[in-house]
């Protein structure tokens, strides 16, 4: 019996084609790229943690010298000790970032405006922070190099969070003028309590390794200017959450800010007054990178948002 017109229609097309293995790829990659971008800004704030742990630990010159771990390998030895084996690792955590970074580039290549101009400005960002770190450990930790390098990662995770938010967040209009101006002073004193904590730091101890130069300033004077601006920063988050209160989005981003604050100045504090224990001092480097992300999150907030 010969097939009727029906089910002839029904086969399959002639000019159908099966998707290829690299379009099956892209198409994962643009449905999970919020996830991939939430992995982005993740391991962004990891590398300020474990950059941390580098110097806490003293292992800042565990590799010597740079782009080679010392003047004849590539890679930490024996003779290094657990300092190389830690200085190392962080290095090939540079390769882990830029593997995401580049990945997220590629799930957002087709939306052409600011999504892909930030996952691209994120992704240059990496090879750039491998390079000021390199200088870094060619320069003997010089602390205002060392700052440089730990406010570009500070920098990264706000750009992170600004993908993040243009990816998915919710629609609104923007939030009135004073609103938007209060944020922005927020940010901006977010930005000055982060650099005077990198001042503090290169004035203090833990430097990367015993033989590194300070900067010669007063420990106890700088981290009591500090203070001050942490002060300043939690009063323009009160103001900016006073004059936001109307506006759902951006009363929650500056709750969990204000609270990240808190919790903060305590550990500060508390690391203070105890003659800053490495496990107190690794929190509050956490803790930066996560004020840097909720200042930037509080910014855009109060910018518009379309679906």
Same mark, same amino acid.
């Given at each position: 019996?010969?097939?009727?017109s029906?089910?002839?229609?029904?086969?399959?097309s002639p000019?159908?084609?099966? %998707?290829?293995?690299?379009? $099956?790829?892209?198409?994962?990659?643009?449905?999970?790229?919020?996830? !991939?971008?939430?992995?982005?800004?993740?391991?962004?704030?990891? /590398?300020?943690?474990?950059?941390?742990?580098?110097? !806490?630990?003293?292992?800042?010159?565990?590799?010597?010298?740079?782009?080679?771990?010392?003047?004849?390998?590539?890679? +930490?030895?024996?003779?290094?000790?657990?300092?190389?084996?830690?200085?190392?690792?962080? $290095?090939?955590?540079?390769y882990?970032? &830029?593997?995401? &970074?580049?990945?997220?580039?590629?799930a957002?290549?087709?939306?052409?405006?600011?999504?892909?101009?930030? @996952?691209?400005?994120?992704?240059c960002?990496?090879?750039?922070?491998?390079?000021?770190?390199?200088? #870094?450990? =060619? #320069?003997?930790?010089?602390?205002?190099?060392?700052? !440089?390098?730990?406010?570009?990662?500070? @920098?990264m995770?706000?750009?992170?969070?600004?993908?993040?938010?243009e990816?998915?967040? %919710?629609?609104?209009d +923007?939030? %009135?003028?004073?609103?938007?101006? +209060?944020?922005?002073?927020?940010?901006?004193?977010?930005?000055?309590? =982060?650099?005077?904590?990198?001042?503090?730091?290169?004035s203090?101890?833990?430097?990367?390794?015993?033989?590194?130069?300070?900067t010669?300033?007063?420990?106890?004077?700088?981290s009591? /200017?500090?203070?001050?601006?942490?002060?300043?920063?939690?009063?323009?988050?009160?103001?900016?959450?006073w004059l936001?209160?109307?506006?759902?989005?951006?009363?929650?981003?500056?709750?969990v800010?204000?609270?990240?604050?808190?919790?903060?100045?305590? /550990?500060?504090?508390?690391?203070?007054?105890?003659?800053?224990?490495?496990?107190?001092?690794?929190?509050?480097?956490?803790? @930066?990178?996560?004020?840097? +992300?909720?200042?930037?999150?509080?910014?855009?907030?109060?910018? &518009?948002? #379309?679906?």
């Amino acid at each position: 019996m010969g097939m009727t017109s029906t089910e002839r229609s029904t086969g399959p097309s002639p000019s159908a084609k099966t %998707p290829s293995a690299k379009d $099956r790829v892209l198409a994962w990659l643009r449905a999970h790229v919020f996830g !991939l971008a939430i992995a982005n800004l993740v391991a962004n704030v990891g /590398i300020v943690v474990t950059g941390a742990v580098v110097r !806490l630990t003293g292992s800042g010159l565990g590799c010597p010298t740079w782009p080679k771990c010392t003047d004849e390998s590539y890679v +930490a030895h024996e003779a290094l000790g657990v300092h190389g084996v830690i200085e190392f690792g962080n $290095r090939m955590l540079t390769y882990v970032l &830029a593997t995401i &970074a580049i990945t997220v580039v590629v799930a957002v290549w087709n939306r052409r405006g600011v999504i892909r101009n930030l @996952a691209i400005t994120i992704a240059c960002g990496v090879p750039l922070q491998g390079v000021i770190g390199g200088i #870094t450990v =060619l #320069t003997d930790l010089n602390p205002y190099v060392v700052a !440089l390098h730990l406010l570009l990662s500070m @920098a990264m995770v706000g750009l992170c969070v600004w993908l993040l938010d243009e990816l998915r967040s %919710p629609v609104r209009d +923007a939030a %009135p003028r004073s609103v938007r101006v +209060a944020a922005l002073v927020t940010f901006a004193l977010g930005w000055v309590t =982060l650099w005077l904590g990198t001042v503090v730091t290169g004035s203090g101890p833990h430097s990367g390794d015993l033989d590194s130069r300070r900067t010669g300033l007063d420990p106890a004077l700088m981290s009591h /200017i500090h203070a001050y601006a942490v002060y300043a920063l939690v009063a323009a988050t009160l103001i900016t959450l006073w004059l936001g209160r109307k506006h759902a989005y951006v009363r929650r981003v500056t709750i969990v800010l204000l609270v990240i604050e808190l919790a903060q100045g305590l /550990i500060g504090w508390v690391q203070y007054l105890t003659d800053l224990p490495v496990v107190l001092v690794g929190f509050h480097m956490l803790g @930066a990178a996560l004020i840097s +992300a909720g200042i930037a999150r509080v910014l855009v907030s109060t910018r &518009a948002h #379309t679906a």
